[in-house]
């Protein structure tokens, strides 16, 4: 891992993000002053479940995995986020402990922000309460829509409402490269490796077509019915 400062490109995606284009400008640089950027390898450990953590974390560039641990050592995620998303906001009031692992799912940039330093000017402003109240909720939201897919979709259900997530308005055809490797995606979706292998499987008899990372669907109509 390196440590840098950030740069005025890294100013701009952070103010120009969700959290901070809805703070006045007074107040998002208010954040930014003293945070640093640190780079990340791919598979690299951010920080683990319940370790304490005294920052809050936003995705410059790359992926960051979120996921727990069982007894047995089988991982379960939580999310993969991408460029423009905050995490770790929560351990701020859960005694500053994370409350999953985080991992650099490829090269991964990301900002760091002293969480101390924001709980208290959420407690002294009401703009950065509601900013991470609404970032919490719509986290919650995140989380229970995957429990929601997890207990109403199967497996292929789950990568076709996923492939349609990405198809234009108006096309029935249509083709799009994944933004990430298929074991992320696996996991973004709940699934393993070979179940997410054998859903592609069933969903070719609806037009669907792998290859490497490019997917292919002939008929949206027929996807829509699976």
């Known amino acids: 891992m390196k440590t840098l400062r950030l740069t005025s490109t890294d100013r701009t995606v952070l103010l120009d993000s969700r959290f901070f284009a809805r703070l006045p400008r007074p107040t998002a640089e208010a954040i930014l002053e003293g945070a640093i950027v640190s780079t990340h390898e791919e598979h690299d450990i951010v920080f683990r479940q319940d370790e304490p953590i005294d920052h809050v974390f936003f995705v410059l ?8 641990l069982g007894k047995d050592g089988r991982e379960a995620d939580i999310a993969v986020l991408p460029k423009g998303e905050i995490f770790g906001a929560n351990a701020m009031f859960l005694e500053h402990r994370a409350t999953a692992n985080a991992q650099a799912a ?25 900013a991470l109240i609404e970032l919490l909720c719509r986290h919650g939201k995140m989380t229970e ?6 207990r109403l979709l199967t497996a292929p259900q789950r990568v076709a409402s996923y492939i349609l ?16 490797q298929k074991n992320v995606l696996a996991g973004k979706l709940g699934l393993a490796p070979e179940a997410l292998s054998r859903a592609f499987s069933t969903l070719r008899q609806s037009g669907v077509t792998v290859k490497g990372r490019m997917i292919e669907i002939r008929d949206r109509q027929a996807l829509e019915r699976f």
């Open 106 to 130: 490829e090269a991964l940039i990301v900002a760091r922000f002293e969480s101390g330093k924001l709980r208290q000017l959420a407690a002294e402003n009401t703009d950065v309460a509601q």
């Open 165 to 180: 997530s990405h198809c234009p308005d108006g096309l029935s055809s249509f083709s799009f490269r994944l933004p990430f």
């Open 61 to 68: 560039s790359g992926l960051v995995r979120l996921y727990r």
């Open 145 to 150: 829509d995957c429990l929601a897919e997890d």
